[in-house]
């Protein structure tokens, strides 16, 4: 935050959240909001969620526009749009719990934040929706330590799949009462930063129900190209789908 601050004093140009001014009033104070931030993440909420119609847009100034592509599919995209999820869909299951009727916001976030912005991207957002409930989407380039396997044969298979770890606010924790996280809690060793934790830090201090569900990114995607991330985006994707079926 001392970061934030200082970046915002040096005049750096603030993030604009824009919603469509056709919403119905309840939409801008969703029962649940989805934040996706992330490849992995983003493509699991485009292909899990059903978004029904376009009700915004986060923009963020640095973002080079020029070499940019509007394709929600490719790895270019550097967009960040807010969606509503079709009436009466149902939602993804680790939401379900957390939805008790009323609209429901995704925000698919397709650009990289640098840490010292998020504080200020987290402002300009909550500064213009009041979700009743939130839950973060993320990844994070890190290693967290997994438990010993029952078996031989469940430790290689466990190997294969990237860890998940769970954070939640206080006021999650006491509306959740003896019902689990969908994924074991963040160890207290874990560090995360970036858009997602400016987030969750958000909520605690607004004392708004807040979940967050962290993936260990595997591969640095910024060392790769186009081409290659494409690959890695299509194959989280596939990934996706053959676990459900």
Request: aromatic share 4%; net charge negative; hydrophobic share 45%.
């Amino acid at each position: 935050e001392p970061a934030a601050v200082a970046v915002a004093r040096a005049g750096e140009p603030t993030p604009v959240c824009a919603v469509n001014d056709t919403l119905p009033p309840g939409a801008r104070a969703p029962a649940l909001a989805v934040f996706a931030f992330g490849a992995a993440p983003c493509a699991y909420a485009r292909a899990r969620f059903e978004l029904a119609e376009v009700a915004g847009a986060v923009l963020l100034p640095e973002v080079d526009v020029g070499t940019n592509s509007f394709d929600p599919s490719s790895p270019r995209n550097r967009t960040c749009y807010m969606y509503r999820a079709r009436a009466g869909a149902d939602v993804e299951p680790v939401a379900r719990d957390a939805h008790a009727g009323g609209d429901v916001l995704i925000v698919v976030c397709q650009y990289a934040i640098r840490a010292e912005r998020a504080h200020a991207w987290c402002e300009a957002v909550l500064g213009t929706i009041a979700p009743q409930r939130v839950l973060i989407l993320d990844e994070q380039p890190w290693h967290p330590p997994r438990p010993p396997p029952d078996d031989d044969a469940q430790g290689e298979a466990d190997a294969l799949l990237p860890a998940v770890r769970a954070l939640e606010t206080a006021e999650h924790r006491r509306l959740r009462g003896d019902a689990p996280l969908p994924a074991p809690p963040l160890e207290p060793l874990g560090v995360l930063a970036g858009p997602a934790a400016a987030l969750l830090a958000r909520c605690e201090a607004d004392a708004v129900p807040a979940l967050l569900v962290v993936v260990a990114q595997t591969v640095d995607d910024s060392l790769l190209d186009d081409e290659q991330r494409g690959h890695c985006l299509l194959y989280t994707s596939d990934a996706a789908d053959e676990e459900d079926s």
